[in-house]
């Protein structure tokens, strides 16, 4: 006789007696615990303070899944569910940066310093970002922040924050044209392309300027700026290339020769240098363009500055006044965080990428010994090698920071990125090179005993 499953009589509160002999057919994803009975697990409750429940429910749900497939039992479906809570309430994962890019785009480019970091969480809840406490009146917005650009770049008569270089040029080009004076002359080899097919020239003309190109992709003299300037130029544009470098027979002309000509000179630097740096004597800095005579520079706060997202805006007073009151700056004004992280990052310590840029590659070296020394013991296949660093972010193109690396299989690739933390290195010749120039000493120790759990190895 086939096995059938009892089922209460219409209108009674009773089952059919099953017949001797017969087994009851039950489907065990009756057992599964129901989703409001695992939400009231302490541990479960406790990480919807932490996480929410949107995302506590989520991973509720994937392990009443797993059970219902038979991949576990349903008394394991509060650990099941523990077991796929993610670490934080975003999707984005913090990252050990080993390949020798200081500053990584892909990796969200400068770490913040720890007295950054502090101000972020300061500024989290209700500060006093445009109020007086003293007063108990409205203030100047971002007072600190701005204070501390002005006395990092004293050349700047004034200065202003948005939300990224970008933004600045869009401000500039669309403030500082007029009607009857909308051409920004540029010279051709600075039209240039950075990642993510980002085109400066398509940025420019967005605004409703014009542009007015000038010599060629590799010479361009000054009687070219001088042909191309008149009564319609709005203002001189000087890009620094970013990610290249243009060698040969080139000429290019410097920002004194182009403040002689009349029309205000706009720089963009780019890479947010502030002053000179003795590694770096090819890159523009703020300070001394302002010196020379540019009338605006405008540079990223989340390169070699090493602080976050920021458009800097620094230059004579009258030209920063009328971005400042132009309606766009509304639109591309920076938020509490970005502020309190650009003042710690002026005022305070030295950044992490300013530590790393001047790292002694001796250090790093002995660093690497001692990190290859301890995988060693642990019998991995890990060797100490000579490297070369960069500075990355559009920043000192050509330039290589003498480093040292660990080298390791190539397969360890993917656990590290999987990891917690997620480590990052870069492939050359068959094998994965973490490279310590843009890793902070301070993670050394995490470093290594992540290399030992990709492995399956506990460190000692």
Same mark, same amino acid.
């Given at each position: ?245 243009? *060698?040969?027979?080139?000429? #290019? +002309? !410097?920002?004194?020769?182009? $403040? &002689? @000509?009349?029309?205000? %000179? =706009? ?98 070296? *002995?660093?690497?010994?001692? #990190? +290859? !020394?301890?995988?060693?013991? $642990? &019998? @991995?296949?890990?060797? %100490? =090698? ?75």
């Amino acid at each position: 006789m086939p096995a059938y499953t009892a089922r209460p009589l219409p209108g009674e509160g009773r089952c059919i007696p099953l017949p001797p002999g017969i087994v009851r057919d039950v489907d065990s994803r009756r057992y599964v615990p129901r989703t409001d009975l695992l939400l009231a697990d302490p541990r479960l409750a406790e990480a919807e303070r932490r996480l929410g429940r949107a995302l506590v429910k989520a991973a509720v749900g994937r392990a009443q899944q797993r059970a219902r497939d038979g991949q576990i039992a349903p008394e394991e479906v509060a650990d099941a569910a523990v077991a796929e809570l993610p670490a934080r309430a975003t999707a984005l994962t913090p990252v050990l940066n080993a390949t020798g890019v200081l500053v990584h785009t892909n990796l969200g480019r400068a770490p913040l310093s720890a007295a950054a970091v502090d101000a972020v969480v300061a500024a989290a809840g209700h500060c006093d970002v445009e109020f007086d406490l003293a007063s108990g009146a409205r203030a100047r917005r971002g007072a600190g922040a701005l204070d501390a650009l002005a006395r990092a770049v004293p050349a700047a008569e004034a200065v202003a924050v948005v939300n990224n270089n970008a933004a600045a040029l869009v401000l500039a080009a669309t403030a500082l044209s007029r009607p009857d004076a909308d051409e920004i002359v540029i010279s051709r080899g600075e039209l240039i392309e950075i990642g993510d097919r980002f085109r400066l020239p398509d940025l420019l003309v967005s605004t409703g300027a014009r542009l007015r190109e000038v010599g060629t992709t590799n010479r361009t003299t000054l009687a070219d700026y001088a042909e191309a300037t008149g009564p319609r130029t709005a203002f001189i544009l000087k890009v620094h290339p970013s990610n290249f470098r243009v *060698e040969g027979f080139t000429a #290019a +002309v !410097a920002v004194p020769g182009l $403040a &002689g @000509l009349g029309p205000p %000179v =706009v720089f963009d630097i780019g890479s947010g240098l502030l002053v000179p740096h003795p590694l770096l004597p090819g890159e523009p800095d703020a300070a001394t363009a302002l010196q020379d005579g540019a009338a605006l520079v405008t540079a990223s706060g989340d390169k070699l500055l090493g602080g976050p997202q920021a458009g800097l805006l620094l230059g004579r007073s009258g030209l920063v006044r009328t971005l400042r009151r132009h309606p766009l700056a509304r639109a591309l004004r920076v938020d509490k965080l970005t502020l309190a992280a650009l003042e710690a990052t002026l005022a305070g310590p030295v950044p992490p990428v300013a530590v790393a840029l001047a790292a002694d590659p001796a250090s790093v070296l *002995e660093r690497a010994e001692r #990190a +290859v !020394a301890r995988l060693a013991s $642990a &019998g @991995l296949d890990a060797r %100490v =090698v000579a490297a070369k660093a960069a500075v990355g972010g559009g920043g000192a193109p050509g330039v290589e920071l003498d480093s040292a690396a660990v080298s390791l299989p190539e397969s360890l690739a993917m656990p590290l990125r999987r990891g917690e933390p997620a480590v990052v290195g870069r492939l050359e010749q068959g094998r994965l090179l973490l490279d310590l120039r843009s890793v902070s000493p301070d993670d050394d120790a995490r470093l290594v005993t992540a290399i030992l759990a990709a492995t399956g190895r506990a460190a000692s």
